[in-house]
């Protein structure tokens, strides 16, 4: 590729001099910017990344914590009856949010955070309180596309730009480290990786 | 500008503070205006199979792993009814528990056999991280669910 502008372009006279488009140079520059541009965004699904492996192993988003307490048998009746009991024996002063009963042995309390669930004949009480985890619930959420609407196009475009640095990237060197020399072998190792891996998933047990 | 990422932060503040606590929408917008009672699903679920309905109730449970549905609380004591989504389409927060919902969806009746139920409360236990007992299932169940479009939790 020629550009017909550009410092030296034009030489006094009549003749014009076309200079090469220096195309090593904004590839670098596009590798560098951009670059800049999706550390954020990489630092949010990478971490994520690794989080959301594991959802086998743990909640990657919340944090949540059982307890257990007694409380008196609760024999009342009516609803309201037994929601107001429940109520004064857990010394609770606020209201629910939402109460439920699975079943006529069973009340759940439902507050903010906290869901309080008694076994009425016995008085046994679970305590269930859901914290989210501080940024990874965020990064989470962002990583599964929670949000959805322009969300959607800025992951677009985020997974756009990495293939634009990968390229990129390709083609920022050039000599022994670059993609004739040893950038060669590391990129086929790389390409290798997924490609290998994809044969043993699929035709071994 | 001096310090953009910390003119930054104050706004993103600024804007999450004057969202919290408003109703949140999941999904598709809501079309329907008169809500059918849960119960009235359950009592007579053929009625409904394949029908959308908008259903209201308190959120008494939600996926813990993936979101991926809801338990609504019937307007009647000792029932609920699950609202399922696609994984990943719409993903309920933990915090939706306790709320009350306006879920939108298609309802479906479907028959599982003893195997399929098996598999469900093994995959379901492991989910919720809790104990599964195959000689519970004592026989081929009909569940009812709805399949969600999308909510409203407030």
Redesign the interface.
Known sequence: MYSSTGKGAEVAGSRSVRVPFKWRKWNTILHRDIGYLVVGLTLVYGISGIAVNHTADWNPSYHVEKRTMQIEPIVEEQREAIVRAALDRLGLTEDPQNTFRPDPETLQLFFEQEMYAIDLPTGKVVVEAVQPRRVLFEFNQLHLNAPKRVWTYIADLYAAALIVVAITGLFVLKGRTGITGRGAWLTAMGVLVPVLYWLYYIYLP | MKHPVAVLLVVVLVVCSALAGSPKKYGKEITLKEPTRVSAILADPEKYNGKKVLVEG???DVC????CWIRL?SDK??E?IRFKVED?VI?F???A????ARAEGVVSVKTYSVEDLVAQGKEHA?EQGTAFDPSTVKGPKTVVQINGEGAVVK
Do not use: H
């Open positions: 308190a959120v008494v813990k792993k993936r979101g609380a004591e000792f609920s990943g993903v927060p933990m915090e528990k306790g709320k009350t492991k």
